[in-house]
């Protein structure tokens, strides 16, 4: 079989693309992972509850996709402040499983609530964009994906600024080293915790718009987090660095996965599954992630 070019740059372009935004939710994981040592399972649901918000928002009340935008974000940072203060804040101190047990909770509970208000069937957008797709050196990309790279660009280059310079960023840092240590230094952990949770909320409901807007929106769309976990993992669970490259790995890898299988396997589905291969190789070379911290304990 004639290699196709033209498919595999296509695919290899799309896989930065939706790289990114991976690295955005990956971001999110560690974020949270390095405040309060948390997993969050529900991540993936993050996701679509800001993609029905933000549909909600422009079919059934008419609100322009810009103004529906920024009220999405608005309500995910004030979704995520309400999920650390109400649900998680109480388990400050109890075992770290009894907490992602919790996020584990959260996720059915969330996906069981959006289907009851929304449905099961796939829900599309209104037309956002005059035109669906632009031309990038001859591939056709779509105008939503091109959007999505300058905001997570952006997003990227606020996060590198916010924990370098930002005083909530150098006390966020200050907390994932060491929570003992932050909080005699005058650093309120209750307040780390709700800023972490509510700035994971906001870059997730973005994500999840995006996605929404390309595939429509339902449960599915959840599954982004299962997706991005293996992301997280490559990268290295308590590296900001990590979670970005792990992202941009994962999407690669998935489309080119796309590309041997369409081509080659003809497995059906080897794109679905292939990160997780190499989840597990990458474990079995480097346990904590190409660029995870590595815990050494002394007895």
């Known amino acids: 079989m004639d290699f196709n070019g033209t498919l595999f740059l296509q695919l290899l372009l799309n896989g930065l693309i939706v790289g990114t935004l991976y690295a955005l939710v990956a971001m999110c994981f560690v974020l949270i992972y390095k405040a309060s040592q948390i997993v969050n399972f529900a991540q993936g649901e993050f996701l679509l509850v800001g993609a029905w918000v933000c549909w909600w928002l422009m079919v059934e009340l008419s609100i322009p996709f810009v103004w529906g935008f920024l009220m999405t974000l608005a309500f995910m940072t004030l979704f995520g402040i309400l999920i650390q203060v109400v649900v998680l804040r109480p388990l400050i101190g109890e075992p770290i499983i009894s907490v992602i047990m919790v996020t584990i909770g959260l996720s059915i509970f969330f996906q069981a609530m959006m289907k009851w208000m929304f449905g099961v069937f796939v829900q599309p957008f209104p037309p956002i964009f005059e035109t669906e797709s632009v031309d990038i050196l001859g591939l056709q990309v779509q105008t939503v994906y091109v959007m999505s790279v300058v905001v997570s660009v952006i997003i990227m280059g606020a996060f590198a600024w916010f924990f370098k310079f930002s005083r ?11 929570q003992q240590v932050a909080q005699s230094l005058g650093i309120s952990i209750k307040q780390v915790f709700a ?3 509510a700035i994971s909320a906001v870059v997730s409901g973005l994500a999840g718009v995006v996605v929404g807007i390309v595939n429509g929106v339902s449960a599915a769309l959840s599954f982004v987090g299962i997706k991005v976990f293996p992301a997280v993992i490559v990268g290295g669970l308590d590296s900001i660095v990590g979670g970005v490259l792990g992202g941009l790995i994962i999407g690669v890898l998935e489309n080119l996965a796309e590309f041997v299988d369409s081509q080659y396997l003809h497995m059906g589905g080897f794109a ?3 990160p997780f291969y190499v989840l597990i ?19």
């Open 168 to 178: 909530m960023g150098l006390a966020m840092r200050a907390t994932a080293f060491d």
């Open 195 to 197: 800023m972490s949770w």
């Open 272 to 274: 679905s599954v292939a």
């Open 281 to 299: 190789v990458i474990l079995m070379i480097k346990p904590y992630g190409l660029f995870g911290t590595r815990d050494i304990e002394r007895v």
